[in-house]
């Protein structure tokens, strides 16, 4: 008798034991997940992300509301399907990281792609080249490419000039100073993916 109620107790307990580690396992919470592509430095809206219930594990810290991520800028690009973290956010503070820095680049009508241009799109800087420039005639590429557009302001009381800030390394902001000085910039927006 004694080993039988032991048996019983351990088959009760051991399927007791079994269901916690199941329903654990399998414990739903909601979690923001990106809807559309953004591009980094893109502030997240609304139609950008979606929320769902996903199995999650004490590692992971997943963002949890829709609201807490609404206005906070992507701290780098992010792909549709993606579980979004508190590390895939950040304020206009945190978008420049070390070794980059923000430029402004005044640019008058011809020499921006289009006034519809916002932070976050991605631009290549070109110099006009000419043999009186001193900029050599080849090769025929950016001064500096796949730049992130920090902000973007009319600078003109007529509202055609643009102040278009641009997020550089070092020495793409020496090669880009130097080559808007010499024969002024041109920006080229880029597509998206």
């Keep these: 008798m004694p080993q039988a109620l032991l048996a019983a107790l351990l088959i009760v ?12 396992y399998n414990e739903r919470a909601p979690a923001v997940v990106v809807r559309q592509p953004v591009a980094h430095g893109q502030v997240l809206a609304r139609e950008n992300l979606a929320v769902t219930d996903v199995a999650l594990s004490a590692e992971v810290a997943a963002v949890g509301s829709i609201s807490d991520a609404v206005g906070r800028f992507a701290a780098h690009d992010l792909q ?9 956010l950040a304020t206009e503070e945190q978008l420049v990281t070390a070794g980059e820095s923000v430029i402004g680049l005044l640019l008058e009508p011809g020499q921006y792609p ?20 001193g900029i050599p005639s080849s090769p025929a590429g950016p001064v500096a490419a796949d730049l992130v557009v920090f902000d973007v302001v009319e600078s003109s ?26 024969t002024g910039v041109r920006l080229s927006l880029r597509g998206r993916d």
């Design 157 to 182: 009381s007529d509202g055609r000039a643009l102040l278009v800030s641009v997020v550089v390394t070092t020495d793409e902001a020496a090669a880009v100073f130097d080559a808007a000085d010499r």
């Design 80 to 88: 549709p399907g993606e579980l979004l973290t508190p590390g895939d």
């Design 114 to 133: 289009t006034k519809r241009l916002v932070a976050g799109d991605r631009v290549d800087v070109f110099a006009p080249r000419s043999a009186e420039s």
């Design 13 to 24: 307990g051991g399927g007791l034991g079994g269901l916690i580690l199941f329903n654990r």
